[in-house]
C-alpha cells in the first residue's frame, strides 16, 4: 500500500532540541517512513505506512512529549479551520505565560527592592519571605519547564529547558540549604550567600524572552493567515430539499464539483467556478494585482476568494477543498516556508548534541573552579556553573534559518510572488543576468491590429486564382479568409486578427459557406499554412514569406520597415506564392516594465531580451524600456540555446517568461521565473511564479532573495558567536586576566535575549518593499 503524507501544527515547542526530539521519537516507530519536523513554523509533516500506524497514533505519540497538535479535518493538509483553532491554542498559551509573567515580575521587583533595603535595614524573617515568593516562582511560573524537561527525560532526550531547570534548581536548593542550616554552615566556613534572587531573575527573563518571542513569531506566520482569511467560510448553494431546490448556506468545506453557487454584490466566490447565470465586474486584485476590477459574464471563469463587485452571480463550482487557486498558493507558501537550507543540516546535528555538552562543560566549569578557584570555591563553583547552564542557547541556533525562510517567502506571497523552496530562493539572490521573453513578459500580450493593407490588384490576383468573390469586395473576402484560418491559431496575433475582422464582418460565414479549409499547420514562430479550396494559403511573418521564396514589393517592405522601427509587429498573407495583403499588429509595453529594467541595472544585473520579432522591431522594443543585448528571430525552440549560451560567458541566468510557452527556458536557466500563467503550471516550470503581472517583482524578488539570504547569514553569525562567544565567558575564562565573572542573572538576560533577537531580525524582511 503506497505511503501516505500528513502535515499537523505543533502548539508548545520551546526550542531546537525540542524539533530534534520530536523528530527522533516518530521515526523510532517501523511505519513511519519520515518526518519533518519545524520549531520555527510550530509544524510537522510525516509520510507514513497506513497499515501500520495512523493519525490518531501520531498525534498521541507528539501528544505523549507534552506539547499540544492539531490534526486536519478532511484533506491531509491543514485549511482554514485547523489554522484558527491552531491560532485560539497560541493564544491561550500567551495569556497563561502573560499571567505566570506578572506574578514573576512582581516577585523580581520585590526581591530586588528587598535588596537595596537590606543594604540599610535588616528586616526580620525576611529571608523566609523570599523564600516562599522563590518557590512560587520555581515551581509554578517556570512549570512549563518542568514539564518540557520531564517529557524530554522520559525520551531519553534533553532541551534548552532541561538547562534552565537544572541551573535554577541548583541556585534554589543550595539557598534552601543555607536557608536552613547557615549557622553551621558559617561555623564551617561555607559560604552562606542565598541565590533566590538570582534563580527568580533568571525565570523572569527568560520567560519575557519566551514571551515576546512567540508574539513574535506569531506576526512572521501572518502571511499564511493573511491568506487563509481570503478564504469565506459558507456559500449559498442550490441543494434539493424534499423535492424543491432551496438555496442554503453551507461550510465551503462541504462545496462539491458541479454545485450551483450564488453570489451577492460584494461578497466574496466561495470556490473556483463558472458563471451560468448573471454578470459583474470582478475584483481580482488578489491573483493579478490589476487594481480595475474585471467584467465577466455567463460562461466565464471565476476564482475564488476574490470579490463580486456589483450584480448578483449564479455559477457551477469546478475547483474545490485544495484543488482551488488559493489553496494551491497557500500550499505552495507553506511548503517553501518548511523547505530547508542546506546549512541547516549542520545545525540540527549541532543541535541534537548542545544541551548533553553544555552539562559537561557546567560539570567541568564547577570542578575547576572547586578545585582551583578562589575561595570561596564552593560559591564560585556554583555561580559559574549556573552561568553556563543558563546561557547556552539551542533556540537561536534552530531559529536562525527558518525564521528568515518563512519571513522572506511570507513576504514575498504577499506581494504576489511564490517562491518553490529555499534553494530557488537561494540562488535567485546570485543572480546577475535576467533574460525576458519579450511578448506577454515586457509588454502586455494584447496584440492589437492597427491597420490592415492590401497590394494592388489584389482583385485581379483572386480573379486569375478562380476565387468567386460573389460580389464582395476583394478587401472584404481576404479578411474573410484570414479570419477562417486565422481562429484554428490560439497565438495572440491570429487572436488579434479575428477579433480585429470580427469587429470589421458581420457575414463571414456567408461568405466562406461554400469554403473547404484543409491541412491546417502552426508553424512555431513563424505563421500558419492552410489549404483552402485547393490553394495554399499562408499568413506569418517575413522569414516565413522569404523562406517559402515569395516576393514581397517595395511598398510591403516599406510599410514592414517603417513599423518594425517602432516595435510593431507584421503579419503577411499569401495564397499560392502571392502577396495579398498584411497587417499591423502592435502590442503595447507594460507600465512597469521600464522602469524594472531601471531598477536592475542600478543592482548591477544585465537585462537580455528574447523575441521572435525581427531585429528592427526587437531594437525599437528594446530602446524603449533601456535593454542594450537582445536576441531577435528567435524561434520558441531557440531559447534554451540562447540560455545556455549567457551561462557559458560566466552568467547565473534568470528567465522570465510564460510558464507554458517558455517552459523548457525557464527550466534551463538557473532561476526560471513564470509570469501570468498559473500556479500550478508555473511551478511545475520554474521555481518562481509572478501572480501579477507587474515587471517590478522581478527586481523585488532577486532584492527580497539577497535580503533573505544576508538575513539567514546574520542571524547564524550571531547564534553561533553568541554561543561561542559567551559559554567560555561563563565559565569564566576572563577571570584570571581581568577579573571579569558573568553572573546567572545576567547570563539569563543575555539567553532570553539571544533568540529574541534573531525573531527580531528576521522580521526585518518585512521592510522589502516595492520601489
Not at 505543533?10 to 519533518?36: A, D, R, W
Not at 546577475?432 to 494592388?456: A, P, R, S
Request: glycine fraction near 8%; include cysteine.
Amino acid at each position: 500500500m503506497a505511503h501516505k503524507k500528513i502535515e499537523f501544527k505543533i502548539v508548545g515547542m520551546h526550542c531546537s532540541s525540542c524539533e530534534v526530539s520530536i523528530k527522533q521519537v516518530l521515526e523510532k516507530h517501523p511505519g513511519i517512513n519520515e518526518g519533518s519536523i519545524s520549531y520555527a513554523g510550530q509544524q510537522g509533516t510525516v509520510t507514513y505506512d497506513p497499515e501500520k500506524i495512523d493519525d490518531r497514533e501520531i498525534k498521541s505519540m507528539v501528544e505523549s512529549m507534552g506539547y499540544q497538535v492539531v490534526m486536519p479535518g478532511q484533506d491531509p493538509k491543514l485549511g482554514a479551520h485547523e489554522h484558527h483553532k491552531v491560532s485560539a491554542l497560541q493564544e491561550h498559551e500567551l495569556t497563561r505565560m502573560r499571567r505566570k509573567l506578572v506574578v514573576s515580575g512582581v516577585a523580581f521587583v520585590l526581591l530586588m527592592t528587598n535588596m537595596v533595603i537590606s543594604y540599610w535595614y535588616t528586616i526580620p524573617y525576611v529571608d523566609w519571605f523570599v523564600f516562599i515568593l522563590a518557590t512560587v516562582v520555581q515551581f509554578w511560573v517556570a512549570s512549563r519547564f518542568y514539564v518540557s524537561a520531564w517529557r524530554a527525560l522520559q525520551y531519553r532526550a534533553a532541551n534548552m529547558d532541561t538547562l534552565i531547570v537544572l541551573g535554577t534548581l541548583v541556585a534554589y536548593f543550595y539557598s534552601l540549604i543555607v536557608l536552613i542550616f547557615e549557622k553551621q554552615m558559617h561555623a564551617a566556613g561555607l559560604p552562606t550567600h542565598q541565590y533566590f534572587d538570582a534563580a527568580v531573575a533568571i525565570i523572569t527573563f527568560i520567560l519575557l524572552g519566551t514571551y515576546l518571542e512567540s508574539r513574535a513569531k506569531k506576526r512572521t506566520s501572518r502571511a499564511i493567515e493573511k491568506l487563509m482569511d481570503l478564504q469565506p467560510e459558507t456559500a449559498l448553494v442550490l441543494t434539493q430539499r424534499d423535492g424543491k431546490e432551496v438555496w442554503e448556506r453551507k461550510s465551503v468545506d462541504a462545496v462539491q464539483i458541479g454545485d450551483t453557487i450564488r453570489v451577492s454584490p460584494g461578497d466574496r466566490i466561495p470556490v473556483d467556478g463558472e458563471i451560468v447565470n448573471g454578470s459583474s465586474s470582478i475584483d481580482e486584485s488578489m491573483i493579478t494585482g490589476e487594481s480595475k476590477p474585471v467584467s465577466k459574464k455567463e460562461g466565464d471563469v471565476v476564482i475564488g476568494a476574490t470579490i463580486n463587485i456589483s450584480g448578483s452571480l449564479e455559477m457551477k463550482a469546478t475547483k474545490v477543498g485544495t484543488d482551488t487557486m488559493l489553496a494551491k498558493i497557500i500550499d505552495l507558501v507553506k511548503k517553501a516556508q518548511a523547505s530547508r537550507a542546506p546549512v541547516q543540516k549542520i545545525v540540527d546535528q549541532i543541535s541534537s548534541i548542545f544541551v548533553p555538552t553544555v552539562i559537561v562543560l557546567a560539570l567541568i566549569t564547577f570542578l575547576i573552579w572547586f578545585n582551583w578557584g578562589p575561595t570561596p570555591q564552593l560559591m564560585y563553583g556554583i555561580i559559574n556553573m549556573v552561568a553556563v547552564l543558563i546561557i547556552a542557547c539551542p533556540c537561536a541556533l534552530g531559529l536562525a534559518t527558518p525564521m528568515s525562510i518563512i519571513v522572506g517567502v511570507g513576504r514575498g506571497a504577499l506581494q504576489g510572488v511564490l517562491i518553490k523552496d529555499v534553494q530557488t530562493l537561494e540562488q535567485a539572490g546570485a543572480i546577475n543576468c535576467v533574460i525576458f521573453d519579450k511578448t506577454g513578459t515586457l509588454t502586455q500580450g494584447k496584440q492589437t491590429v492597427e491597420k490592415f493593407t492590401i497590394v494592388d490588384n489584389v482583385g485581379a490576383i483572386l480573379d486569375k486564382q478562380g476565387w468567386k468573390l460573389q460580389d464582395a469586395k476583394a478587401e472584404i473576402y481576404i479578411l474573410a479568409l484570414v479570419s477562417l484560418v486565422e481562429e484554428r491559431s490560439n497565438h495572440p496575433i491570429s487572436i488579434a486578427l479575428v477579433t480585429y475582422i470580427k469587429s470589421k464582418l458581420q457575414n463571414r460565414d456567408d461568405l466562406m459557406k461554400n469554403i473547404e479549409l484543409k491541412q491546417f499547420e502552426a508553424m512555431s514562430g513563424l505563421g500558419v499554412r492552410a489549404i483552402v479550396d485547393g490553394h495554399t494559403v499562408l499568413l506569418g511573418s517575413r522569414r516565413l514569406m522569404e523562406s517559402e521564396g515569395i516576393s514581397l514589393g517595395d511598398n510591403a517592405l516599406g510599410c514592414a520597415d517603417e513599423w518594425s522601427q517602432e516595435g510593431k509587429s507584421v503579419s503577411f498573407v499569401s495564397i499560392d506564392t502571392q502577396l495579398v495583403a498584411y497587417f499591423c499588429v502592435a502590442d503595447q509595453l507594460r507600465e512597469t516594465s521600464e522602469k524594472a529594467i531601471e531598477e536592475l541595472k542600478a543592482m548591477g544585473i544585465t537585462p537580455v531580451m528574447l523575441t521572435g520579432d525581427n531585429e528592427q522591431a526587437a531594437r525599437a522594443v528594446a530602446q524603449q524600456v533601456g535593454i542594450e543585448e537582445f536576441f531577435a528571430q528567435v524561434l520558441p525552440e531557440e531559447k534554451t540555446q540562447k540560455v545556455a549560451e549567457l551561462k557559458k560567458r560566466g552568467f547565473i541566468v534568470a528567465m522570465v517568461g510564460d510558464g507554458i510557452n517558455d517552459a523548457p527556458a525557464l527550466a534551463a536557466a538557473d532561476v526560471g521565473i513564470a509570469v501570468g500563467s498559473g500556479t500550478d503550471v508555473a511551478l511545475e516550470a520554474a521555481g518562481i511564479a509572478l501572480l501579477h503581472n507587474d515587471m517590478k517583482l522581478v527586481p523585488f524578488t532577486i532584492r527580497l532573495s539577497r535580503a533573505t539570504m544576508r538575513n539567514i547569514r546574520q542571524n547564524l553569525i550571531w547564534a553561533f558567536g553568541y554561543n561561542v562567544v559567551l559559554l567560555p565567558v561563563a565559565m569564566g575564562v576572563l577571570y584570571p586576566l581581568m577579573g571579569i565573572m558573568l553572573h546567572p542573572i545576567f547570563a539569563g538576560a543575555a539567553m532570553a535575549f539571544s533568540s529574541l533577537s534573531v525573531v527580531l531580525n528576521a522580521l526585518r524582511l518585512k521592510r522589502v518593499s516595492l520601489p
